[in-house]
């Protein structure tokens, strides 16, 4: 009767470390799940980083040409404004001159 006992106690534990292990299994196979849903969010959001990050940088691109193209630009209209003048300072002094010498004549 004793060793019957013992042996159904052993392997009540058995059955009951089965159990463990079986419910220690499916918590595993629980998480391995959750972290292949995480890892596929992660390369989502890397490949969403990625994308707005070639675009930052065609934007930081464009950006540095149109304040090329600005530079470039005052730069023509200080040249214009410059020759345009001293058109207009050679004008003025010609005409002081022509009204000197018209008066002196």
């Avoid at 930081?60 to 470039?72: G, N, T, V």
């Amino acid at each position: 009767m004793k060793k019957a006992y013992n042996l159904n106690s052993r392997i009540g534990k058995e059955i009951s470390d089965m159990r463990m292990i079986n419910d220690n299994n499916t918590f595993i196979e629980s998480l391995k799940d959750q972290m292949k849903d995480v890892s596929i969010e992660i390369q989502h959001a890397e490949t969403i980083y990625q994308e707005k990050h070639q675009k930052l940088l065609q934007l930081q691109k464009k950006l540095k040409q149109i304040e090329l193209h600005k530079e470039k630009a005052l730069e023509d209209f200080k040249q214009k404004y410059k020759k345009h003048s001293q058109k207009l300072t050679d004008e003025i002094n010609s005409r002081k001159l022509g009204g000197k010498n018209a008066k002196s004549l």
